[in-house]
């Protein structure tokens, strides 16, 4: 079984005994205490709903329906948990104001049971709000892909409360890309963590400090960072901020929809009691905004010249209320599609929107003129922009590109050369494939056109799960200090860098830890990368790009009818959800399978309204399977490359054309997604168990005629379609040919009439487990569903540090009773065990790698410990 290993693998494996663990001392001492009148913080009792009452949660909208349950039920011993159906908005779920458990600076540990009813997969999170109205922060705690066949899944995250938020605190579940999905919650967690309180690093030199010269650096705030230690570091390393939500179109009015500037006027006061500048964000935008002003009750657009006056009104009315607190506003966001094909065009590359429909693509123009028409009558100096994502986009630049030139060369015709749109904002909402020199290009192109440039929201994402691996955070550490480089480089042009929050837990993607300052306000590799950038670049090589994303298709042959038959269930779920974009939509789960013809992929996905009124395939709500069936990863296409989409309504389209022959689908259509079956013939190949090829899975997100998301199993790039280097890897395993008894020859089939012998394939589980302080733990769950002589994989082949994997002593026992085997998956190497050489007289078992990066050591002596102890 071990061929090769003495080669291959080298790990330190040591079979060690851990302390239960569990003991987390709850430390209401350490907590910061400066209200005196408020009382202390309560205990929270578990809420499992075993009284039979809602136990406190209410309905964020209070039109969701929360029934208590007998249906479903997590509490060991317990019969109850709480059903929440009838969301209509991606926000709508349960929520509990969790306020008089909170000691002011103190962190929580926050943990919720959640199982998904429908539909058949969907991204659910458990988030904490701070603070209520137009103010207040949304902070995410825990984000999961969820299937329903994965029963019941932990959603858990630690949170600080350095705001009170004026003792409005809520812990809500939500779903980020499905408004209709309905599910169970139980067994609810709210405790201190033994932290203690937290203290920025004053020591630091402030980042304003050192860009002081050349351009002013800000942030995204909501009222809780002007409390506590939040406000310290905002202060000490910013100079202006923009309000992450309260200053958008749709907070401008209450709820009779007249002119309401309350809580917007609170903020800005706060920043400018504390010396802050304060950027505009934003006038015009199709989101966040009030439909009213353009569109009718029946969806309707209004008439050209009713929504003009409406968007005359608001732009005015707004930028004249706000006076010349604001230095200066994005008065257009986000009005261009992404990779627009055609992008000289610039009309023709909008985005559809209400504001487009009604009024037609002067509507940018009309905001800009009414916008400048204010500032002149009051002679103020106030800066307007254009603010869009994926800036680092060639094509999307382009029509970016044009639209500003041809708009300011309008205005300057008409008045003396002055320009209307005074700069750019290039949101930069970065992740680690981001190529800095596409952000060169657009940006030199901006500048090009005698406007200023602004980086409005900069953020990078890495890592996943709220957790960044050392080589991560150095990674996304190399970026920021590429990006600063170029940013200084072009400081004469630059007005400002305003990243997208302020720390890791509180940003809009805190799953994927995009910002300098870590969860407890610490400063990460990040911020001493932008420090002294050209002096990290020199001391640091570039970290290599992230491994291609590995999976299992098993052997099996489903039929192609859109309905799931039970073969899959023997296949591994492949998640696609990472997102090529700025904004995040439909998601799903991928699963394959493959027998001597053909590779079959069965996509589940999550998506709540279903849109293909756009002429180009690639934006209609689609699924899009890429198989490199040599794994050649070249970067280009070649004979044995495919790109297969296939959308709800079983359209199909494909790249090349030739490989439509064979192909067939099934799509299924239900509450709250849809279903993708495909059966894939392979061309060039003769597939056999243990073979790789290329593969990736899609998801494109249509909204209102236009693209508004794109999710992936690997790829970040968005580059699939011509280069097959950016793709996955798929392993065809659990063929049971070797293992059947009598192998037919070749020449003498089997007797017709006779079925197959069933296989005796081996049902293989794959966990891909999270890490916490370098544990990897195993959910019950994955474990419960290795079955008899199955075999568990533990794949943790991302990361590099020294780790334990922790099995509990009920974990060993039902895999040793499943007479199961143990697959350690690493990059290079498996090492396979069965479970019966675990001991079960210990609480827990540690498996414990050292240095997993030196491999050629000591495998040998890790199975030797391993055995040896039987
Ligand atoms: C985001 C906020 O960060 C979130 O809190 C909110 O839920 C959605 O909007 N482009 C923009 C910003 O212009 O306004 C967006 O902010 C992020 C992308």
Redo the contacts with the bound molecule.
């Keep these: 079984m071990y061929r090769n290993s003495r080669k291959l693998i080298s790990v330190l494996l040591i079979i060690m005994l851990v302390f239960p663990a569990g003991w987390i001392t709850t430390s209401a001492e350490t907590a910061t205490v400066d209200e005196e009148t408020r009382p202390t913080a309560a205990e929270f009792n578990p809420i499992t709903f075993e009284d039979q009452t809602t136990g406190g949660f209410e309905g964020r909208s209070g039109t969701e329906t929360l029934t208590v349950t007998d249906e479903a039920n997590h509490t060991d011993g317990g019969a109850y948990a709480l059903k929440v159906e009838d969301r209509a908005e991606n926000w709508h779920g349960p929520t509990l104001n969790v306020a008089s458990f909170i000691e002011k600076g103190q962190e929580y540990n926050i943990s919720a049971w959640v199982k998904l009813i429908s539909p058949e997969s969907s991204q659910l999170q458990l988030s904490t709000q701070v603070g209520n109205g137009d103010n207040a922060s949304?902070n995410n705690l825990q984000e999961k892909t969820v299937s329903t066949s994965d029963g019941w899944v932990q959603l858990e995250g630690t949170y600080r409360y350095s705001s009170l938020g004026d003792e409005f605190l809520t812990i809500y579940v939500e779903s980020a890309n499905n408004s209709t999905a309905s599910f169970y919650i139980d067994d609810i967690t709210f405790e201190p963590t033994d932290s203690g309180a937290v203290e920025i690093e004053k020591d630091l030199t402030p980042i304003k400090e050192i860009y002081q010269d050349d351009f002013l650096i800000g942030n995204?705030v909501s009222d809780s960072e002007f409390e506590g230690n939040r406000l310290e570091l905002l202060k000490m390393h910013h100079n202006l901020i923009t309000a992450?939500?309260a200053m958008?179109p749709a907070y401008a009015y209450n709820e009779q929809g007249e002119f309401d500037f309350t809580a917007e006027d609170s903020l800005v006061q706060k920043a400018k009691d504390e010396g802050l500048l304060i950027h505009g964000?934003?006038l015009v935008w199709h989101q966040?905004s009030r439909e009213a002003l353009h569109t009718d009750e029946n969806g309707n657009p209004l008439s050209r010249e009713q929504a003009l006056e409406n968007l005359r009104n608001h732009v005015k009315t707004t930028v004249e209320h706000f006076g010349d607190s604001v230095i200066s506003w994005d008065v257009v966001?986000?009005a261009m599609n992404d990779n627009p094909p055609n992008p000289s065009d610039w009309k023709a590359s909008l985005r559809q929107s209400g504001w487009l429909e009604a009024i037609g693509p002067d509507y940018l123009e009309q905001a800009y003129r009414a916008a400048k028409e204010v500032i002149d009558e009051n002679g103020w100096d106030i800066q307007l922009y254009y603010?869009d994502?994926n800036d680092d986009n060639q094509n999307k630049a382009e029509a970016i590109y044009q639209m500003v030139k041809e708009i300011n060369e309008n205005y300057a015709a008409e008045n003396d050369g002055e320009l209307l749109i005074d700069g750019i904002g290039m949101?930069a909402?970065y992740n680690l494939n981001t190529n800095p020199e596409n952000v060169r290009r657009s940006m030199e192109k901006f500048i090009s056109l005698g406007v200023e440039v602004g980086v409005t929201?900069l953020d990078v994402t890495a890592g996943s799960d709220n957790e960044l691996t050392e080589q991560q955070a150095q990674a996304q550490a190399y970026l920021y200090a590429q990006l600063f480089s170029l940013y200084k480089e072009h400081a004469e042009h630059i007005s400002r860098v305003t990243f997208?929050g302020l720390n890791d837990s509180t940003s809009?993607r805190a799953a994927q830890s995009p910002l300098l300052f870590d969860e407890d306000l610490q400063a990460k590799p990040a911020y001493y990368a932008i420090m002294d950038p050209e002096k990290f670049i020199a001391e640091y090589e570039p970290v290599e790009k992230e491994e291609a994303n590995q999976g299992n298709a098993s052997h099996g042959t489903p039929v192609i009818d859109g309905q799931i038959d039970e073969v899959w269930d023997n296949a591994a779920e492949l998640p696609v959800n990472r997102y090529q974009m700025?904004w995040q939509g439909a998601s799903g789960v991928a699963k394959a399978l493959w027998d001597e013809e053909n590779l079959y992929v069965l996509v589940q996905v999550s998506d709540d309204t279903l849109d293909k009124s756009s002429a180009n395939s690639w934006e209609q709500d689609s699924v899009e399977v890429f198989v490199d069936e040599n794994n050649g990863k070249t970067a280009y296409y070649e004979e044995d490359d495919g790109q297969y989409r296939v959308n709800f309504d079983n359209e199909t389209s494909f790249n090349p054309e030739s490989i439509a022959e064979n192909f067939e689908s099934a799509t299924k259509v239900s509450d709250g997604g849809y279903t993708v079956e495909v059966k894939i013939p392979f061309r060039t190949i003769t597939p056999e168990n243990n073979a790789k090829i290329g593969f990736d899975v899609q998801i494109n997100d249509g909204k209102d005629g236009a693209r508004q998301s794109i999710a992936t199993w690997n790829d970040l790039t968005g580059a699939g379609f011509q280069d097959t280097s950016v793709f996955g890897e798929l392993t065809l395993v659990g063929s049971n040919e070797e293992e059947q008894p009598e192998k037919p020859t070749p020449g003498k089939p089997n007797k017709p009439g006779k079925p197959d012998k069933p296989g005796k394939t081996k049902k293989v589980v794959i966990a891909n487990p999270p890490i916490n302080d370098n544990k990897v733990l195993i959910d019950d769950e994955i474990i419960e569903k290795v079955q008899e002589n199955g075999v568990l994989e533990i794949n943790i082949s991302r990361y590099k540090q020294a780790l334990e994997i922790v099995l509990t002593n009920d974990q060993i026992i039902h895999l040793k009773e499943q007479n199961a085997t143990i697959t350690i998956k690493q990059k290079n190497a498996n090492a396979s065990f069965p479970a019966s050489v675990l001991s079960d007289d210990e609480e827990e078992v540690a498996i414990t790698f050292d240095q997993i990066d030196e491999w050629e050591q000591a495998w040998s002596k890790a199975l030797d410990l391993l055995f040896n102890k039987k």
């Design positions: 949304y995204a992450e939500n958008k964000h934003v966040q966001n986000e603010n994502y949101q909402h929201e997208w809009w700025a």
